[in-house]
């Protein structure tokens, strides 16, 4: 019992880079999901929820984010 109350150090710094990880969504992207992220933006515009609905694994705000770091054209 209570080695299940005990955390280690390392228990602790692990869950901060799980944390760090997330906050900072994966912004590569394979060349195939880029073709469809430009295909459908070129269908339906800036709707990232129908365009993330269409890649496993990716949620709109990561292709939201991708798509303005790479294709915005405001400066």
């Known amino acids: 019992m209570a080695n299940s109350e005990h955390f280690s150090s390392d228990d602790t710094s692990?869950?901060?880079?799980?944390?760090e990880s997330s906050d900072r969504?994966?912004?590569e992207f394979s060349e195939d999901e880029e073709i469809l992220i430009i295909r459908m933006y070129n269908?339906?515009?800036?709707?990232?929820?129908?365009?993330?609905?269409?890649?496993?694994?990716?949620?709109?705000?990561?292709?939201?984010?991708?798509?303005?770091?790479?294709?915005?054209?405001?400066?």
């Open 14 to 19: 692990m869950d901060s880079r799980e944390e």
């Open 25 to 27: 969504p994966n912004l």
């Open 43 to 75: 269908l339906i515009g800036e709707r990232w929820t129908l365009i993330a609905g269409r890649i496993p694994g990716r949620t709109a705000e990561e292709i939201e984010k991708y798509w303005n770091s790479r294709y915005s054209t405001s400066n």
